[in-house]
């Protein structure tokens, strides 16, 4: 995977990078408490994103949760992770959960389609293409 940028702080840790396959940006941030969030916040703001809706405690008390942003590097999928000492327990699990939703942004954003009667293989490498790199950060 090409590193696109890579931040690590005290308070929280980012990197964007690019998936090979349908040649997607993903940014993973994962915070650690308020501050290295509103560290995020304004790296973000950097790239211009407009950060105004992730300010609301709904995003910042979350689990996880996953976006599509346009940014100065282009349309990029976002997953965040909250780190805080009380979400660390559920870390795999919501890392497994917020893989989910960003592999269904991801082919949305493709127009690729679910098939109820079909192998879905499309999704699952995804899953595991993006799965197998999240899960080494």
Same mark, same amino acid.
């Given at each position: 995977?090409?590193?696109?940028?890579?931040?690590?702080?005290?308070?929280?840790?980012?990197?964007?990078?690019?998936?090979?396959?349908?040649? =997607?940006? $993903?940014?993973?941030?994962?915070?650690?408490?308020?501050?290295?969030?509103?560290?995020?916040?304004?790296?973000?703001?950097?790239?211009?994103?407009?950060?105004?809706?992730?300010?609301?405690?709904?995003?910042?008390?979350?689990?996880?949760?996953?976006?599509?942003?346009?940014?100065?590097?282009?349309?990029?999928?976002?997953?965040?992770?909250?780190?805080?000492?009380?979400?660390?327990?559920?870390?795999?699990?919501?890392?497994?959960?917020?893989?989910? #939703?960003?592999?269904?942004?991801?082919? =949305? #954003?493709?127009?690729?389609?679910?098939?109820?009667?079909?192998?879905?293989? #499309?999704?699952?490498?995804?899953?595991?293409? $993006?799965?197998?790199?999240?899960?080494?950060?």
């Amino acid at each position: 995977m090409d590193t696109i940028l890579e931040i690590k702080k005290k308070n929280f840790y980012l990197r964007m990078f690019i998936l090979p396959i349908y040649s =997607s940006k $993903i940014c993973f941030v994962r915070f650690n408490d308020d501050k290295g969030y509103d560290q995020v916040i304004k790296f973000l703001r950097g790239i211009n994103v407009d950060c105004d809706s992730y300010d609301a405690s709904e995003y910042r008390d979350a689990y996880g949760f996953v976006a599509k942003e346009k940014t100065k590097y282009g349309n990029v999928h976002f997953m965040f992770m909250n780190m805080c000492e009380e979400y660390k327990s559920e870390y795999v699990n919501t890392l497994s959960h917020e893989t989910y #939703h960003l592999v269904n942004n991801i082919c =949305s #954003h493709h127009g690729l389609e679910f098939h109820p009667t079909g192998d879905n293989e #499309h999704i699952a490498y995804l899953t595991g293409a $993006i799965y197998s790199e999240l899960n080494k950060m």
